[in-house]
């Protein structure tokens, strides 16, 4: 049972008949979302009952307190990227769209903060921050993603930590519509002091709003937030001029230069032990605006997904030793005098550490190129498919840590990539700073595969099997990434699989979730459930 005529009427009344709807054309496009084929083999789960467009903070706590009245499963979605976004447990289950609540509110130049709805992206804000010198930080998901989904509702770990800080270190304060329809304000929101502190009088709730790496949508909906911004050191703004040849896809616009007042170096060491150990160092000496070991991504790709497999089947891959033990290192500066000093200084620890620059990563053409998209996530693919990479992020933890850790997972990739089923291991191979290295890194890693080939989806499938089996070499390595990221629980059985070695954290997820949603009305398929199935699948 899906929607009664008079539970249809009583939410259309709410938004207003423009903006409900149960057409089956829009219901299942949002069963085309990345990763569903992956996760589902057929490319559908529960398409929504209804799809909503509420226009403010008002109508969301109407329909929740409806959904409240008569059962009904709600999940809001902003930006949607990943299967977990738009997942429904229950065919009884609506979607909340908020792409009408796409305003930014306010830029505080002088206390450095925004404020935010749900639809606005990180580009949106990148640019009318870069006009009044501010920085937002660079997501690694792409610049279309929602700020807000990256700083309450989702992980977001990125390169420019360094600098920024991860977006959800950077919530300062958030308008919170809880599972039952009651709003909570985080820290300083609606005071009228302004929105300049996530937290208030007692003990922080930012660590029951995200959890680990967010609820998904699971928790209720974040309606506003402020996040903190950053100092933008160039003379241009962050619109900086983009060319591409005529014919090139969007994707291959770059810039022509690094822009003033920053600069782009590529450094290699002669393992990746030294290189770990250089990047520690200019990390914690504060010395770069980015340190990003092993991530030598641009950004360009094909203009869509055939292009880009095809791609990436003809090129020659790079070579992944060369690639994980080599670093892009960007420094910034208030004025030319601390420029010079900070590129001096990385260049003394590139020293200390047996480094040297290699021409093949320090073309000026490709240090823009690479600028522009590890700065501002510029240059991303336009995968209007779906399904295309399979994400096998490592785990987080001490640089000693990810050095065992590496090798163990791309040993376990050989027999896929060998047999050509999984394609380019090092594309997306990363270590992310965990603040300034002072807690380490996250070890990321994104391989291609054809979700149009059974063999090449098979192989995927069975790669992260092996990655996130509590079993599997990596014992211990994989939980804390894909237990609160990209994962629906009955599907993956995360939490079941690894709860009981961290001390049953399940269990205390699941209390959080039950006093946040007494009535479970809100679909907590990316967090945690209520309760588990009684059988395990065993294909993801």
């Known amino acids: 049972m899906k929607l009664s005529k008079e539970e249809y009427k009583a939410l259309e ?16 496009t949002y069963n085309q979302i990345w990763g569903n084929k992956l996760a589902f083999g057929d490319k559908r789960h529960n398409p929504p009952a209804a799809v909503l467009l509420p226009a403010n903070t008002e109508e969301v706590q109407a329909i929740v307190r409806y959904c409240n009245k008569t059962g009904i499963l709600f999940k809001a979605s902003a930006r949607a990227f990943e299967y977990v976004a738009t997942y429904l447990a229950k ?26 709805e749900p ?5 949106e804000l990148q640019n009318a921050a870069g006009k009044v010198g501010l920085y937002t930080g660079k997501p690694g998901v792409g610049y279309t993603a929602s700020v807000i989904s990256l700083a309450c509702c989702h992980q977001e770990m990125t390169i420019s930590q360094l600098y920024t800080s991860g977006y959800g270190r950077n919530v300062l304060g958030c308008e919170w519509v809880l599972p039952t329809g009651e709003i909570l304000n985080l820290g300083t929101a609606g005071r009228e002091e302004g929105w300049f502190s996530g937290d208030g009088p007692g003990f922080s709730l930012r660590g029951i709003l995200r959890g680990r790496a967010g609820a998904n949508g699971g928790n209720g909906v974040i309606t506003k937030c402020s996040v903190k911004l ?15 040849q005529p014919g090139e896809c969007i994707s291959a616009a770059m810039l022509e230069k690094v822009p003033d007042n920053y600069h782009a170096v590529v450094l290699t060491f002669p393992n990746t032990e030294k ?70 200084a990385v260049m003394a620890v590139m020293k200390k550490w047996d480094g040297y620059l290699d021409p093949e990563y320090n073309d000026p053409k490709e240090l823009a190129h690479r600028f522009q998209y590890q700065i501002w996530s510029v240059g991303t693919a336009l995968r209007g498919t779906g399904d295309f990479m399979v994400s096998i992020q490592g785990a987080d933890g001490s640089t000693e840590m990810q050095l065992n850790y ?27 700073p965990m603040e300034h290295y002072s807690l380490g890194s996250s070890g990321g890693i994104a391989t291609g595969y054809d979700p149009w080939d059974p063999e090449s989806l098979a192989a995927a ?16 390595f994989s939980y804390t990434n894909r ?32 006093m946040l949603d007494p009535n479970r009305v809100a679909d907590w398929s990316g967090y945690i459930p209520p309760q588990y199935t009684k059988e395990k699948k065993t294909e993801t």
């Open 13 to 28: 009344d709410i938004v207003g008949p423009e903006y409900i709807t149960q057409e089956p054309v829009i219901m299942e």
């Open 91 to 116: 065919e009884r289950g609506i979607l909340l769209e908020l792409k009408r609540m796409n305003k930014i509110l306010e830029i505080d130049v002088k206390n450095m903060h925004a404020v935010v």
């Open 119 to 123: 639809f606005v992206t990180v580009w």
């Open 230 to 244: 950053y100092p933008w050191y160039a003379n241009t703004p962050i619109t900086y001029e983009m060319k591409r």
């Open 275 to 344: 290189m770990m150990k250089a990047s520690t160092e200019i990390g914690q000496a504060e010395l770069a605006c980015i340190v990003a070991p092993a991530y030598l991504a641009t950004g360009f790709m094909g203009e869509g997904n055939d292009e880009q497999w095809a791609m990436m089947q003809q090129e020659k891959p790079q070579d992944p030793t060369k690639v994980g033990r080599s670093v892009p290192v960007f420094v910034n500066g208030h004025s030319t005098r601390e420029l010079e000093y900070r590129k001096k």
């Open 406 to 432: 590496r090798p163990a997972e791309f040993d376990a990739f050989k027999p896929f990539s060998s047999r050509g089923e999984i394609v380019q291991p090092n594309m997306g191979m990363s270590y992310r």
């Open 461 to 476: 499938r069975e790669y992260m099997n092996l990655v996130y089996d509590s079993n599997s070499p990596f014992k211990r």
């Open 483 to 514: 237990g609160a990221m990209m994962q629906v629980e009955d599907i993956e059985h995360i939490h079941e699989r690894w709860g009981p070695l961290y001390e049953h954290c399940d269990v205390w997820l699941q209390k959080v979730r039950n």
